[in-house]
């Protein structure tokens, strides 16, 4: 609770900290957005076309005229217009991140799915040769990054099973559920792969320190069968660090979203910062580092 | 002495320090030129050669020879981590120590800026920072070591706050000690312990982040070779040639692990008081 | 005719080399119903590893049982070896036959589940009671552990109870099933000295009201005089005295503490 009201309080100033220093940071980046935008055509622009555009972008205006402007349009809703989409960026960013969102939250599912039960089991057979393998397989996979698991799954799966990841055009959950959960499978183990060895390793603790807890010796006393002391007496106290680490550890899944939608080619928020910092869209970087930010 | 024989004693101590030891002579003997070919001489005739006595990793679409190629992006990966490491760990010390020390706004200060940059996804933070000064080898150093400047400034921090109320300070404070020589004698060879820990696991972590900034294209500039780098070089190749992408796949996997086995072996020796604790 | 408890040569060890490392080195008594035996000794020399040897808890922190029998007559008059029972059976005795109740009442009850259901779980363990009539029959238990008000109590938190009511609440636990015999390891230590008193005044009514054996284990010598039939001091995992408590020389040598 102590910590949750501190977070709530600190907010706002680290929000304003991370939005001055995306905004900052994107205006040291050499060259600017209309040249990125029209490559060479840019040449071909007369100084008051080059003029116009800068005024719609409100580029003309200093840096901290165009951060005041940014910020009152925040606080109204209106993020700015993109310069490469030509729309809002409120918009790109409702449009591109439903596909994080549900990359995250697969993700989150797979991880809790694999690692609780392995932690589970590793620490109540701890220190046997089953509780060595769960943990060299879950060091293993935290000591993996998540292209590399995406790359060995890709190749694995062409290879052996004949079949391609069923990549091409990119279909909305609401629109399909079925092709969607297809094209989302391969992505979100790959992301929660390396996120379940981490929930193992902390399940695992969690059990072992709960497992030598007093009240657990209280219910072997009672009589209570040793399933029913693991499930309903110790694992409902594991869960709530699991939950906390969970927690923090979701925003970590949003940066390692933007490796993953890389590979995968996936239309998500980290694919779109990343191209709109390699596009110089810096409304586009602004409004989506913050809105990433706003979530984790 | 006795640390390395406690590490040899642990079990994933043993081999964990084995990897690293490994892998640092492989880098070693990549930076001196001791490797089975020039990493950058293209043998054209055997482009896309697969793994045979000559080339034991195979050659790749130019003909370079990937074990050399590899060995030298080990050394390549491991520059970019210690040098990031160092950084962070040197700016960690001296922003958690005098945060510690001086408190109130300073204090304050730093610790509202590290949130800010914690506040980010690492990745994302290294991607800013790149595409500010353009990619390139020390311009991931620089984006890793950022990166990972919270994290040991509240490493740091933390202890230092309890060990400036210890007793041995307030003593030597009334000997009249300087306070650079308590900063660094009382409390910075306190912090010994806890910061080894994190350097190591840091040095994961770093691995960990060049790898994918190179696999993006942002780290590493071809015709130098990286881990990361050769992976996304392999990738739209590897149904015809896989050893470009099982070799560079499986020196990232096990360097990491090395290091992440080391780390928690030495969490293990140095802070009995976390044994078994949350990664 | 038969111990209700009869323990004879018993030795347990821990680690990974239990016949090693030794910690009790063949201890042997016995304890008839509505007996009182009160095991005393300074801290390490064996007396709670001998009591949770009794219902073979000690493995629970690593020990092991390595020689020696421990018979218990079961309420149906036959008689089982608890040190070589199978784990299945000892589940069916603890909690039904044999009841205990520990230190530090605080980490005895599991801090996610209302005390209720924790009182609850035993009736629905060993009686087969369901929902409503294991509650039901849970605050009977807490009635009878004097805890006022017991049908709101139900539902409160380990965290909301004091010291003295977790302690109460544990022995309503211990007690709801009837069970023949009670092991009680250091019940008070953890308590205010006023609340102490209340807590053996309770055992000891409710013990009367029953046929129970009680196996009280403290370093409070001067708890024993008040309470124990039967005495047996303990040091260094060996016995080294057995007899009445009056008898007993230590407990002669010291002023007797009026407790009640």
């Known amino acids: 609770m102590n910590y949750l009201t501190r977070r709530l309080v600190t907010f706002p100033v680290v929000m304003l900290g991370v939005s001055v220093l995306v905004f900052v940071s994107i205006r040291l980046v050499p060259g600017d957005a209309i040249t990125a935008m029209l490559g060479t055509e840019a040449g071909l622009l007369t100084p008051a076309q080059r ?65 609780l039960p392995a932690g589970v089991y590793a620490a109540t057979h701890a220190e046997r040769p089953s509780d060595l393998i769960v943990r060299i397989v879950a060091m293993v996979g935290q000591s993996t990054p998540s292209f590399v698991v995406a790359l060995l799954a890709i190749y694995a799966l062409s290879v052996w099973f004949g079949v391609l990841p069923a990549m091409g055009t990119f279909t909305p959950l609401w629109e399909d559920p079925l092709k ?36 657990i010796r209280t219910a072997r006393a009672k009589g209570v069968p040793a399933r029913s002391v693991i499930w309903h007496h110790a694992l409902p106290n594991a869960l709530i660090p699991v939950v906390t680490v969970s927690g923090v550890e979701f925003g970590y899944l949003l940066g390692g979203a933007v490796i993953v939608e890389q590979v995968f080619a996936l239309p998500g928020l980290g694919r779109t910062v990343l191209d709109a910092i390699l596009q110089r869209d810096y409304a586009l970087v602004q409004g989506a580092c913050c809105s990433s930010r706003l979530i984790s | 002495m006795t640390l390395l024989r406690s590490i040899f004693a642990h079990p994933s101590g043993r081999i964990g320090g084995t990897i690293v030891a490994l892998y640092l002579i492989i880098a070693i003997m990549g930076l001196v030129g001791l490797t089975p070919h020039d990493p950058l001489m293209q043998f054209r005739i055997d482009r896309l050669h697969a793994p045979s006595a000559t080339y034991w990793m195979g050659t790749d679409l130019l003909g370079r020879d990937v074990a050399s190629r590899l060995m030298i992006g080990i050394a390549q990966s491991f520059i970019v981590s210690f040098a990031s490491v160092a950084l962070a760990t040197v700016l960690g010390i001296v922003l958690g120590l005098t945060a510690a020390w001086f408190g109130s706004y300073w204090d304050g200060t730093i610790m509202r800026a590290m949130d800010v940059l914690l506040a980010f996804p690492a ?32 490493v740091v921090r933390g202890p230092a706050l309890s060990l400036k109320t210890r007793e041995f300070v307030d003593a030597a404070r009334t ?34 982040t060049e790898a994918g900034l190179s696999f993006l294209g942002l780290g590493t500039q071809p015709p130098q070779a990286s881990l990361g780098l050769m992976l996304s070089e392999a990738r739209n190749l590897m149904e015809m040639a896989p050893w470009l992408l099982v070799f560079p796949a499986f020196a990232i996997m096990i360097g990491i692990l090395g290091f992440n086995l080391l780390g928690d072996a030495l969490r293990d020796i140095l802070d009995p008081r976390s044994r078994g604790a949350v990664a | 005719m038969s111990h ?48 949770l040897s009794v219902n073979r808890l ?168 008040g309470i124990a039939d039967k ?19 230590m407990i002669r040598s010291i002023p007797i503490r009026s407790i009640f």
């Open chain 2, 175 to 208: 000997f009249g000690s300087s306070r650079t020589y308590i900063l660094s004698r009382h409390m910075l060879l306190n912090l010994v312990a806890p910061l080894t820990v994190q350097v190591t696991l840091a040095l994961a972590w770093a691995l960990l």
């Open chain 1, 180 to 215: 969607n959960l297809a094209q989302m499978i391969l992505p979100a183990l790959t992301l929660g792969f390396a996120f379940a060895a981490a929930v193992t390793r902390i399940s695992r603790s969690a059990m072992l320190d709960i497992l030598s807890d007093d009240y």
């Open chain 3, 231 to 249: 005495v047996m001091v303990m040091q260094n995992g060996k016995a080294v005295e057995q007899g009445r408590p009056m008898r007993c020389s």
């Open chain 1, 51 to 115: 003029a116009s555009l800068e005024t719609y972008f409100g580029m003309d205006q200093s840096w901290f005229g165009q951060y005041w402007h940014w910020l009152g349009g925040v606080l109204q809703g209106n993020l700015g217009i993109s310069v490469t989409y030509g729309r809002p960026v409120l918009d790109v960013i409702l449009r591109v991140f439903p596909l994080t969102l549900e990359l995250a939250l697969l993700s989150m599912i797979v991880a809790l799915a694999v690692g």
């Open chain 2, 123 to 154: 990745i994302l933070l290294a991607l800013l920072i790149i595409t500010i000064v353009g990619p390139g080898t020390w311009t991931s150093v620089m984006a890793i070591a950022f990166v990972y400047t919270p994290i040991f400034t509240r």
């Open chain 3, 58 to 225: 000690v493995d629970f922190g690593g020990g092991k049982i390595t020689g020696g029998r421990i018979d218990f007559t079961l309420g149906s008059g036959a008689v089982i070896d608890l040190a070589a029972a199978p784990e299945k059976e000892l589940a069916a005795i603890r909690g039904r036959e044999i009841g205990m109740i520990f230190q530090e009442p605080m980490t005895s009850l599991n801090p996610v589940h209302a005390i209720g259901e924790q009182i609850a779980e035993s009736f629905r363990l060993h009686h087969g009671l369901t929902g409503k009539q294991a509650m039901r029959a849970a605050i009977d238990a807490l009635e009878r552990v004097r805890i006022p008000d017991a049908a709101r109590r139900l539902k409160y938190h380990p965290h909301q109870l004091s010291g003295g009511m977790l302690q109460r609440v544990m022995i309503a636990t211990a007690l709801s099933c009837n069970p023949r015999l009670l092991i009680a390891d250091e019940p008070t230590t953890a308590l205010d000295v006023t609340v102490q008193a209340q807590i053996l005044a309770l055992l000891s009514e409710l013990k009367r009201e029953s046929e129970m054996g009680l196996v009280f284990i403290t370093h409070d010598i001067g708890l024993v005089a």
């Open chain 3, 4 to 51: 209700l408890l009869s323990v004879s040569d018993l030795h347990v060890g821990f680690g990974k080399d239990p016949v090693a490392n030794e910690v009790v080195h063949g201890i042997g008594f016995t304890l008839d119903p509505g007996e009182t035996l009160a095991i005393v000794g300074e801290s390490g020399s064996g007396k709670s590893v001998t009591a």
